[in-house]
């Protein structure tokens, strides 16, 4: 057997033992997700508005139509979750999309 499938199956053996509640003396790392916020009409529009962004600019920092936008403002849909993540990071920090290269001002 190789060295590679020997660290493999030993590799194998210890996450069973840790699977088993087993002490391997091994590190492990929990990571949790939070789910992305939520946001009304209201805040989607106060938040555009706050960066200064038209509802064209803003739709394309996001990745979506300016019709999601406005369908978004005016409450007859929702962002979805990766949209909802762009829009809490754009809450969380106001000059995202310029900070990230998305927005490029001149």
Same mark, same amino acid.
């Given at each position: ?25 091994? &590190? ?5 997700? *939070? ?8 805040? /989607?529009?106060? $938040?555009? #508005? ?18 999601? &936008? ?5 409450? *007859? ?8 993540? /762009?829009?809490? $990071?754009? #809450? ?15």
């Amino acid at each position: 057997m190789s060295e590679v499938c020997k660290d493999i199956m030993s590799s194998l053996n210890e996450l069973i033992e840790i699977a088993e509640g087993k002490e391997t003396g091994a &590190i492990i790392h929990k990571r949790t997700v *939070r789910e992305p916020e939520t946001f009304t009409p209201q805040q /989607i529009k106060e $938040l555009r #508005k706050e960066t200064g962004m038209t509802q064209k600019v803003f739709a394309a920092c996001i990745g979506v139509s300016a019709k999601s &936008i406005e369908a978004w403002e005016g409450g *007859r849909s929702r962002p979805d979750g990766a949209a909802r993540r /762009i829009l809490g $990071l754009m #809450k969380s920090h106001p000059r995202f999309a310029e900070d990230m290269g998305i927005l490029i001002t001149q």
